[in-house]
């Protein structure tokens, strides 16, 4: 039995530690966090997005990002600061969105979340149905203007030449079927092979799962501070991982101890850019903030999760209420709350939800997390070409948890040395890399 270490434990992470543990590794996984924790795999919509195809840098984007920049609630934010890596970021970012890169990028993001909506089936059958709140419940992108809805149509169009189901409904036959939250709407685009889950009940699930089983260890608590490798004599550069070096999280002035390996699993999210340069790779990823609020149970709320097209928010039931998040605020690890940020969020859960009661959504407390995010919309996902035991798994953005179980597999079956069951190349984790 080999030993597998996977540093991370968000819905990544937790879906790869499954994966080899299905595969019969033994396996460590290491989080900086608490058990109970907060971070960005808890607090998302919980939404399966197979429709979610289009990568974030696509034609368009970068006008549509200058001008909201001037707005303090538009849907993003850039914080200027001096930083060589952002800079990158902000080149690749640019590069990158336009049509060509975008159709080139849509199969493959289609492809994969295709495959996470199958894997979430199957293993919420595993899990417990119920227990983790799996819905096949289709996804709406709800449109307050003209305007938008024949954007969405467009995609709607583009979705069905890839072979997803979509279909344009209008504005009385969206409130017939939410006669509760009755948004205010001209119309929509319904993708019927989305699904949901509760984000929170999911990730304690799994975490309970792997808690369970003797061959897997949870380390919360510590952080990945360096990844250690066995040169080989005559390999010209190829080193395996043969061990983490960790320490207590938050005490740089704690001692460090090593977690051997015989296989490494890089899903750190956001934090994995340090660790990726010790494999050798640049990836490029920016924390990209987002915040949500989650309103208490009982207010009026859609049986369908949707996007809400014109603010870029999701809105969606989860156990604990009727969660509206969104924005991508570009300040680095900054962990300030911005006012003008939840202002956005609470303003459009008032413009597509004129049902909503206003003190129920000023009294909602606010969350944020911080998605890993690469500039080109694409998650850094395959084997490290210089470290031949370490698979990257990060950068998936807001379709981490979407992609979290077949982002796992994947890692499984490179960890075996088998052939993959999608092509994977579009991830390729050393696009970015300076040398190859």
């Not at 289009?54 to 368009?60: R, S, T």
């Not at 089936?121 to 024949?150: H, I, K, N, Q, Y």
């Not at 004129?354 to 606010?366: C, K, M, Q, R």
């Not at 993959?420 to 190859?436: G, I, K, M, Q």
Request: proline share 8%; net charge neutral.
């Amino acid at each position: 039995m080999s030993r597998v270490v996977v540093i991370g434990a968000g819905a990544v992470g937790l879906a790869a530690a499954r994966e080899a543990r299905l595969r019969g590794h033994e396996v460590v996984v290491i989080e900086r966090g608490a058990a109970v924790r907060d971070g960005v795999s808890f607090g998302n919509a919980g939404i399966v997005v197979p429709s979610h195809f289009v990568p974030l840098a696509a034609p368009g984007v970068v006008a549509t990002a200058l001008r909201w920049m001037a707005d303090p609630r538009s849907p993003l934010y850039l914080a200027p600061r001096p930083s060589p890596d952002l800079a990158a970021w902000g080149v690749r970012f640019v590069r990158a969105a336009n049509a060509a890169r975008a159709a080139r990028a849509e199969p493959a993001l289609l492809a994969l979340n295709l495959a996470g909506r199958r894997l979430h089936e199957e293993w919420a059958d595993a899990l417990g149905r119920e227990r983790v709140g799996f819905r096949a419940s289709g996804l709406w992108m709800l449109c307050r203007t003209e305007p938008g809805l024949e954007a969405e149509a467009r995609i709607a169009e583009r979705a069905r030449t890839l072979g997803l189901r979509a279909e344009i409904v209008g504005r009385d036959a969206v409130r017939a079927a939410e006669p509760e939250a009755a948004p205010d709407v001209v119309g929509a685009v319904r993708f019927p092979d989305d699904a949901q889950l509760d984000p929170g009940a999911w990730m304690y699930a799994m975490q309970e799962e792997l808690a369970g089983d003797p061959g897997a260890d949870l380390r919360f608590g510590l952080d990945a501070v360096a990844l250690l490798r066995r040169r080989l004599d005559g390999a010209r550069g190829i080193s395996p991982v043969e061990a983490v070096a960790v320490r207590r999280a938050g005490d740089p002035g704690a001692p460090l101890e090593t977690v051997t390996c015989d296989h490494l699993v890089l899903a750190g999210g956001a934090w994995s850019v340090p660790l990726a340069r010790d494999l050798d790779l640049r990836i490029l990823l920016e924390p990209g903030k987002g915040y949500a609020l989650t309103l208490p149970k009982g207010v009026p709320s859609l049986r369908t999760p949707a996007i809400l097209v014109e603010a870029r928010a999701s809105a969606s039931r989860v156990r604990d209420g009727f969660r509206i998040g969104g924005t991508m605020e570009f300040a680095g690890f900054d962990p300030v709350v911005r006012p003008q940020r939840v202002e956005g969020i609470r303003a459009a859960a008032r413009a597509y939800f004129p049902h909503l009661d206003d003190a129920v959504v000023d009294g909602a407390a606010p969350w944020s997390g911080f998605r890993p995010v690469s500039p080109d919309g694409l998650p850094y996902l395959g084997p490290a070409p210089r470290a031949p035991n370490a698979v990257v798994a990060a950068g998936h953005a807001m379709m981490g948890f979407s992609a979290a179980p077949i982002s796992g597999r994947l890692a499984g079956q490179w960890i075996d040395g088998e052939p993959t069951e999608l092509d994977a190349t579009a991830f390729d984790p050393a696009r970015h890399t300076w040398r190859r």
